[in-house]
């Protein structure tokens, strides 16, 4: 081990006795790390206003993945997920009013400011809301149901609101869990499930992160894939 520590860097050696990384780890069983902490890799990007480019709205800060929420658009993978179990973790900027964001999942069609999927709220006030974008299937007890018709960005959209809020204080950390496996969908905030669906529509899509207002942060970014 002697040997060992002087071939090493003094960081990574220290690194080595301290049982510590400078990779972040999964913080669930089998989790893969979709945001590495460092940089946008594994990544892509749409912008409302296509004369901006990606680092115009996102970048990478002392391991927080920032969002400006300005214009509209979304991050999303360079990979499909249709059954998994996503964590995010996430606050808005302190010091400054919340917004709106979102997490977009099994997103299809074409791009546009607001794809053809299904989102989970991040609007602070409304964490935990479902929405389904230009017809997308999602349905729950019929009494929580809402549809709208043509929307100018979404379409048709049916609308499930949270059956109770558990946000933490603008500027404070949150941690969502969102469990979709067929056409099923839970959605816990803070350790509290807030949210239920039936009915989704199933199909493989990116994951996405949305720019819709207000300055947003995520730090944790992860998904374990499930089976049917």
Request: proline share 6%; hydrophobic share 40%; aromatic share 6%.
């Amino acid at each position: 081990m002697r040997n060992l520590l002087l071939s090493i860097p003094v960081f990574a050696a220290a690194a080595l006795l301290s049982g510590c990384s400078t990779t972040p780890q999964p913080s669930v069983a089998g989790g893969v790390i979709l945001f590495n902490g460092h940089n946008l890799e594994g990544w892509r990007s749409y912008l409302a206003n296509h004369h901006l480019s990606t680092p115009d709205v996102w970048s990478v800060q002392d391991g927080i993945l920032i969002c400006r929420g300005e214009p509209m658009g979304y991050l999303y993978t360079d990979r499909d997920f249709a059954n998994f179990k996503l964590v995010v973790e996430w606050r808005w900027a302190p010091g400054k009013a919340p917004g709106n964001s979102g997490i977009l999942m099994r997103i299809n069609g074409e791009p546009r400011s607001l794809p053809r999927c299904i989102e989970s709220q991040l609007k602070s006030g409304s964490a935990g809301d479902l929405y389904a974008f230009h017809e997308m299937g999602l349905g729950g007890e019929s009494e929580r149901v809402q549809t709208i018709k043509d929307h100018a960005l979404g379409g048709n959209i049916t609308g499930l609101p949270r059956l109770s809020t558990n946000e933490a204080k603008p500027g404070e950390w949150n941690r969502a869990e969102v469990t979709v496996r067929g056409d099923s969908i839970v959605v816990v905030i803070n350790g509290v499930k807030v949210n239920e669906a039936t009915g989704a529509e199933i199909m493989a899509g990116p994951i996405g992160l949305q720019s819709e207002g207000g300055e947003i942060h995520f730090r944790r970014v992860e998904i374990v894939p499930l089976n049917l």
